[in-house]
């Protein structure tokens, strides 16, 4: 393991994916420094600019040069979460990697335990949220329904109420790389991937400053994403249905036989019952080809290969002046 090859100067990677951050942004990287030199080893942090409309890539660039620790990656555009994410951990060196929020809902404090279980043996160290503050009523019960059906759904055992704040070693984040899934579902991924992987308690505190940048449609989004890469249980339920679906016709027409059969003369009266038939057969068959468009549509967009994301510049202090540089090696599949 990584921290026990290099036990006295283990190096550790901070990715912090910024959207619309500017405000909150100072006192994130304040507050994750004073954790970082407390731990005393050598470390960097990205902060990716995912294509704030903000200023947040002035105020990232203006804090890389104050700090010799912080890379600015920048983005073309808004790629989304867990694109900016994967960016980092393309670029991040570290014998351990940490993904945190840049809006301290993710306390920077919780690092230093982390550090301490992947010390311990840890391939994965995780948050776990004990409570969320200041998440409406609303997210809190979508969230827990998600989780439940998720793990209803999927063999891998993905932790309920964790995000993706996370310490991973170095093996972890160099499978991750080899993983170039265009619908991310991260958490997932470092589950699928195993080994030894434990929880760390805390308590989830309202944003800093600004908003949240996941509304009800992206969250559902996310959602789909997370189910489809993980489960392939909704096709089989297609099947299941149309079996079922079946042996009730199969049901139905034996017992109208034997009805006319007692009794030549019995006569059912049935447009009602004809239309609804219809209609509800006609409004499972489109749900069945949703789903399994959900599926293709994944397949088309996986069979195009696109890149995940696309840097425009990497902006890091060098001999006392601030440089802004394109990655001249990106990682295999990046581009
Ligand atoms: N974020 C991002 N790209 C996006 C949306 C969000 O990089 O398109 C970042 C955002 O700056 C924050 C983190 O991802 O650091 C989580 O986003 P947010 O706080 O809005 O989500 P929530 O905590 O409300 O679920
Ligand atoms: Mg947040």
């Given at each position: 393991m990584s921290g026990a090859k290099f036990p006295s100067v283990p190096q550790l990677s901070v990715v912090a994916p910024c959207y619309n951050e500017a405000a909150g942004l100072p006192e994130f990287v304040r507050r994750l420094r004073a954790v970082c030199a407390e731990l005393g080893c050598g470390y960097e942090i990205l902060l990716v600019?995912?294509?704030?409309?903000?200023?947040t890539l002035e105020v990232a660039i203006g804090l890389a040069a104050q700090n010799p620790e912080v890379r600015v990656i920048n983005?073309?555009?808004?790629?989304g979460h867990q694109a900016a994410v994967t960016a980092g951990l393309d670029l991040a060196d570290g014998d351990a990697v940490v993904l945190i929020d840049s809006d301290l809902q993710d306390p920077p404090e919780l690092i230093v335990e982390m550090v301490a279980e992947w010390r311990k043996g840890a391939n994965v160290a995780y948050g776990k949220r004990r409570s969320r503050q200041g998440e409406t009523a609303f997210k809190l019960f979508t969230a827990k329904i998600f989780y439940r059906l998720l793990r209803g759904l999927t063999k891998s055992q993905i932790p309920a109420d964790a995000g993706d704040f996370r310490l991973m070693d170095r093996r972890v984040v160099e499978t991750l790389r080899s993983?170039?899934?265009?619908?991310?579902?991260i958490r997932g991924m470092v589950s699928w991937v195993g080994g030894k992987q434990v929880a760390v308690e805390y308590d989830r505190k309202p944003r800093f400053a600004g908003e949240t940048k996941f509304p009800f449609r992206k969250m559902f989004a996310f959602a789909i994403d997370a189910i489809t890469s993980f489960s392939v249980v909704p096709l089989r339920l297609v099947t299941y249905l149309a079996l079922a679906i079946i042996l009730l016709a199969v049901g139905a027409t034996a017992l109208v036989f034997v009805v006319k059969l007692i009794n030549p003369a019995f006569f059912i009266p049935g447009y009602a019952s004809i239309m609804l038939t219809i209609i509800f057969f006609g409004g499972l068959q489109l749900l069945a080809l949703g789903i399994i468009g959900e599926y293709l549509g994944r397949m088309y967009e996986s069979v195009k290969a696109r890149p995940i994301y696309v840097i425009e510049q990497i902006y890091r202090q060098q001999d006392g002046a601030l440089s802004g540089h394109n990655p001249t090696k990106p990682p295999p599949g990046a581009f």
């Amino acid at each position: 393991m990584s921290g026990a090859k290099f036990p006295s100067v283990p190096q550790l990677s901070v990715v912090a994916p910024c959207y619309n951050e500017a405000a909150g942004l100072p006192e994130f990287v304040r507050r994750l420094r004073a954790v970082c030199a407390e731990l005393g080893c050598g470390y960097e942090i990205l902060l990716v600019n995912d294509g704030s409309r903000d200023s947040t890539l002035e105020v990232a660039i203006g804090l890389a040069a104050q700090n010799p620790e912080v890379r600015v990656i920048n983005l073309l555009r808004n790629f989304g979460h867990q694109a900016a994410v994967t960016a980092g951990l393309d670029l991040a060196d570290g014998d351990a990697v940490v993904l945190i929020d840049s809006d301290l809902q993710d306390p920077p404090e919780l690092i230093v335990e982390m550090v301490a279980e992947w010390r311990k043996g840890a391939n994965v160290a995780y948050g776990k949220r004990r409570s969320r503050q200041g998440e409406t009523a609303f997210k809190l019960f979508t969230a827990k329904i998600f989780y439940r059906l998720l793990r209803g759904l999927t063999k891998s055992q993905i932790p309920a109420d964790a995000g993706d704040f996370r310490l991973m070693d170095r093996r972890v984040v160099e499978t991750l790389r080899s993983m170039r899934e265009r619908h991310r579902f991260i958490r997932g991924m470092v589950s699928w991937v195993g080994g030894k992987q434990v929880a760390v308690e805390y308590d989830r505190k309202p944003r800093f400053a600004g908003e949240t940048k996941f509304p009800f449609r992206k969250m559902f989004a996310f959602a789909i994403d997370a189910i489809t890469s993980f489960s392939v249980v909704p096709l089989r339920l297609v099947t299941y249905l149309a079996l079922a679906i079946i042996l009730l016709a199969v049901g139905a027409t034996a017992l109208v036989f034997v009805v006319k059969l007692i009794n030549p003369a019995f006569f059912i009266p049935g447009y009602a019952s004809i239309m609804l038939t219809i209609i509800f057969f006609g409004g499972l068959q489109l749900l069945a080809l949703g789903i399994i468009g959900e599926y293709l549509g994944r397949m088309y967009e996986s069979v195009k290969a696109r890149p995940i994301y696309v840097i425009e510049q990497i902006y890091r202090q060098q001999d006392g002046a601030l440089s802004g540089h394109n990655p001249t090696k990106p990682p295999p599949g990046a581009f």
